[in-house]
Structure formats: C-alpha cells, structure tokens
C-alpha cells in the first residue's frame, strides 16, 4: 500500500508528529509512503519525496510541516484529474492523506471522492472552525503559545500599572480561537466579529477594570471590524495608554502540545488503519472528546458561532 501525503492550505502545529506516526505505522506493514512538496500544485507537478524517517521523528514536536504546503488552486487548473491521475499511476500510489482546514475538508476532499480517488483527511488548523468536527489538529498548541504570550504581559502589566493591553490572535474570519485563548487567559474582554461591541461601552468597561484592577487584558481576533479606529479611539475616549501585540503566523508556527501531540498520533493511526480495511473516502473527527472515523463525505456548512454566553461571561455583560 502506497501513500501520499498533501498539506493543503495553512499550516498547524501536529502535523509533523501525525506524519511521523503515520510514516512508522506504514513501515512496520512494508508500506511506502510519499510526501508532496508545495501541496497539490507539487503534487500534479510530481514533487514527491519518499518520507525521511529519522528528519520527520526529529521535528515531530515541532511546528510547521516538514511537508511545503499552497493555496494555489492547482486542482481547478484544466486537465487537473488526468495531471493527478497520471501522478498516482506513475508512482503507484493508492490513497492520499490530507492535512487540511475547512477549505479542504468542504471542497478538496469531495471533488478527489467525485473522481474516485481514495483520500483521507485530518482536520487541521489552529482555527478550530470546522463544523464536522470538534476539534482540529493545532488549536490547542496555538492556544498554549497565546497563552505563554499573555504570561509576560501580566508580567510587564503588573510591574507598570495603569494601561491596556491588547493581544490579537489569528482566527480567520471566525473568533473561535479568540475565545478560547481569552476565557483560558482570564482576559477582561473577548473581541469577536460575531459579536462586535460599543465603542462607548468598551471604553467605560476598560476605564473601570483598569481603575480596579491596574490593567486590562483585551484578547480580540483578526478578524474584529475597525481595529485600527479601535486602537487610536481608545486612548482618546479613556485617557489610558495601549499596548497592542499581535501574535500573527507565529501561532501556527508553535511547538506542539501535549494534547495535540496525542490527537495527532491517534488521528494518523486511525486513518492508517481505515486504508489498510479498504474505507476510501472519510475524515477522522472528534465528538465528545472521543476520536472516530467518519466514511464519506462530510457535510458542506458552516460551524455555528462561539458561545455567546461565554463572551458575555468574559465581558461581564
């Protein structure tokens, strides 16, 4: 049995320790497995290289993907089925592996099912906001980074009193990450897209926290509407300093936890066994904390919104 693995879209901290996994649990069979660089536009291309055993094992813990990833739609591209036909053929391949977010797990993955490929996905990005699933591959190393970052601003805040302190995470256009990095972090205010505040009311709140406790922590997403007038209206309306970090790409760059460490072998194991039973199409997912194989397609919709109470058990509203 013959895989290639494909990283499609943006990168998560697991990856590496899933390919690892993935990659031993192939060899103890007699398995080969094969690696494309630069995603599905490498992958028509024929940029595939036999995995490295002992590189992989090395970077296990760390973030990235020992894989090169695209967004290029290179599937669309005319012609694409017979490219990737041809590829598989040529290099004996008989299912695909796929790390990939929503983009991947609605689109990618029923259109290699339509042209009779066998192809399994890991739903991975730090963003958790994939409706099939509970959880993705990364969200909680992302977390635990954003987390270590809130650690030296309360650091810093609290040896100078007297300012606010904002910390955007990256999200997508979802604040799923958000909040959970601001109710894990104690932050005094979650700024969501979903659900955008007042501006006359935010700066009220954070003149009050600020008053009682000597600083405030504001964890908002990428995706907040008019962070810039946020930023410059702020100060003016409160007369308090702020302090703005932005944790960006180095959040999908972290070094894997614990937690993600595990899903990631246990999701590899999973789909390596799915091959070698003969499923063909299917995602491993999680419900309930519990990881299982789900055959076929999954459904094509959006994650409901993050828990509106939980913001306003943050913002105190």
């Given amino acids: 049995m013959n895989t290639a693995i494909v990283v499609s879209g943006g990168d998560a901290p697991g990856i590496n320790a899933a390919i690892d996994s993935f990659t031993r649990l192939a060899a103890q069979s007699g398995d080969l497995v094969l690696g494309a660089q630069g995603g599905f536009a490498g992958l028509l291309a024929g940029q595939l290289v036999e995995i490295d055993r002992s590189l992989v094992s090395l970077l296990a813990a760390r973030g990235g993907s020992i894989l090169q990833s695209s967004r290029a739609p290179a599937l669309q591209e005319p012609k694409a089925r017979d490219r990737l036909l041809n590829v598989m053929s040529r290099h004996e391949i008989d299912n695909l592996l796929l790390f990939g977010g929503d983009g991947t797990i609605r689109h990618v993955a029923p259109l290699l099912a339509s042209w009779g490929l066998s192809c399994i996905v890991l739903p991975t990005t730090i963003d958790n906001d994939v409706a099939a699933t509970d959880y993705t591959l990364g969200h909680d190393s992302a977390c635990n980074f954003a987390l270590q970052?809130?650690?030296?601003?309360?650091?810093?805040?609290?040896?100078?009193?007297?300012?606010?302190?904002?910390?955007?995470?990256?999200?997508?256009?979802?604040?799923?990450?958000?909040?959970?990095?601001?109710?894990?972090?104690?932050?005094?205010?979650?700024?969501?897209?979903e659900y955008p505040l007042e501006l006359d009311w935010l700066a009220q709140r954070l003149t009050h926290v600020v008053a009682d406790d000597g600083q405030a922590l504001?964890?908002?997403?990428?995706?907040?509407?008019?962070?810039?007038?946020?930023?410059?209206?702020?100060?003016?309306r409160t007369g308090i300093r702020v302090r703005f970090t932005d944790l960006g790409h180095a959040q999908r760059g972290a070094d894997i936890s614990h937690w993600d460490c595990c899903v990631a072998r246990d999701m590899s194991r999973l789909a390596w066994r799915a091959f070698r039973e003969g499923t063909r199409n299917g995602a491993v997912i999680m419900r309930d904390g519990a990881l299982r194989m789900h055959q076929g397609s999954l459904p094509s919709e959006t994650k409901p919104p993050p828990d509106r109470g939980l913001v306003e058990l943050i913002n105190q509203q």
């Fill in 218 to 236: 504001v964890v908002l997403s990428e995706a907040y509407p008019g962070i810039d007038k946020l930023l410059s209206e702020i100060p003016q």
């Fill in 149 to 193: 970052a809130v650690a030296g601003i309360r650091a810093t805040a609290h040896a100078l009193p007297g300012r606010i302190f904002m910390l955007q995470t990256l999200g997508a256009p979802s604040g799923h990450l958000a909040l959970a990095i601001a109710y894990a972090s104690g932050a005094h205010i979650a700024l969501l897209p």
